[in-house]
């Protein structure tokens, strides 16, 4: 009779020892793969969070990313005439399957010979489909198949504060990456022609760096790299002040250059300094004698609210509107005079360097 018993507590306890095993491969998936983790149960969890890494974007936009040699061949009077062999160094960005490359026009003036060098070493030659010297953008062509090009979003506004990635070839000492911040934005209009309508950053930009990429942290274009501040006190240390086109007013200036080989800007003629919030519209401050909007009767003083029914946000904003339109066309322009209203038709002409 106590046999029953004994083997009634056995069952019992390997019922017990079974549904415990069962609960701990549950809840212990590892076991059931032979880890042997019996000693490591009650170990601390390794909860290291990852490094925050752009490798990826980086990854994603280098392969687009160019290496630039300018020659320049020179006379020196003071050698017998002897030539004199210069070479400029910069960096640009394939922007087209076709081979149109995106770089700084200081980089390319007066090149005799440019040479484009690819990521992978290849070296190719180009030609010079045209430039800006406003926006300091030129537009080079290369003749190859499967070019990487860089990654574009189209609707991508850059923010002050984004963080972002400057790709190019400083000081020839090969493709380099920095980081920064946006600082500050400007416009992306075609009156662009001082360094306040460009983007400003901190991520380095060294000889070399001109025309490369600005990279966000998807590896989207952002910006063509420009130049650093020009100080004009020697004596001053200024760090982190760096600046780049934005994308679209780039892509902007690409498309006119690939069209015409330069860009085509609408002049008016006129200065302003103050916007007038009340009245919604800028203040002309100036005209250029003999300028469209001299000839068509606009006045010192006018506030401009309206260029063809479209309201005028600011001066920079207005100017973008005439600077985007075709020489000859007529704009209506909608302005206040000593509190009358009018509406004055301008016949806008092409804009030149000997006109500013």
């Keep these: 009779m106590k046999l029953i018993p004994a083997l009634t507590y056995i069952l019992r306890a390997t019922s017990y020892g079974l549904l415990t095993a069962v609960v701990l491969l549950i809840l212990v998936p590892d076991l059931r793969d032979g880890n042997n983790l019996s000693f490591n149960i009650f170990s601390p969890v390794n909860d290291k969070p990852k490094p925050i890494s752009f490798s ?27 030539s004199i062999q210069r070479v400029k160094l910069g960096s640009g960005v394939i922007m087209d399957t076709r081979g149109y490359i995106l770089t700084n026009y200081h980089v390319v003036r007066n090149a005799n010979i440019i040479t484009v060098v690819l990521q992978d070493s290849t070296e190719l ?24 090009v860089i990654s574009v979003d189209e609707n991508l506004v850059p923010l002050v504060g984004d963080m972002v990635l400057a790709i190019g070839n400083p000081l020839n000492l090969g493709q380099t990456v920095t980081q920064g911040i946006i600082s500050a934005t400007g416009r992306t209009g075609l009156s662009s022609t001082s ?19 600005l990279v966000n942290s998807n590896g989207d274009l952002v910006g063509i790299t420009s130049a650093q501040f020009t100080r004009l006190n020697p004596q ?56 469209p909007a001299h000839l068509a ?51 806008i002409l092409e804009y030149k360097e000997s006109r500013k």
């Design 195 to 213: 360094y306040r309508e460009f983007l400003q950053m901190d991520a380095a930009i060294n000889d070399g760096n001109s025309g490369g990429a």
């Design 125 to 148: 030659s180009a030609e010079l489909i045209g430039s800006d010297e406003l926006t300091d953008l030129a537009v080079l062509k290369v003749h190859a198949t499967n070019l990487p």
């Design 297 to 347: 009767g606009l006045q010192q003083g006018d506030v401009v609210f309206k260029i063809n029914d479209q309201e005028i946000v600011s001066i920079n904003h207005a100017l973008d509107i005439v600077a985007e339109t075709d020489p000859g066309i007529v704009l209506n322009f909608s302005i206040y005079r000593q509190n009358n209203l009018m509406t004055v038709p301008v016949k």
């Design 56 to 82: 990826s974007a980086v990854a994603k936009a280098a392969p687009a990313v160019v290496n630039i040699y300018s020659e320049t061949i020179e006379n020196d009077t003071r050698y017998q005439n002897r």
């Design 236 to 291: 001053t240390n200024i760090q982190g002040i760096f600046f780049a086109v934005p994308y679209k007013l780039a892509a902007k200036i690409l498309q006119e250059l690939i069209s015409n080989g330069r860009v085509v800007r609408g002049w008016l003629g006129v200065s302003s300094q103050q916007y007038n919030p009340q009245l919604k519209g800028f203040v002309i401050g100036s005209l250029t004698p003999n300028s």
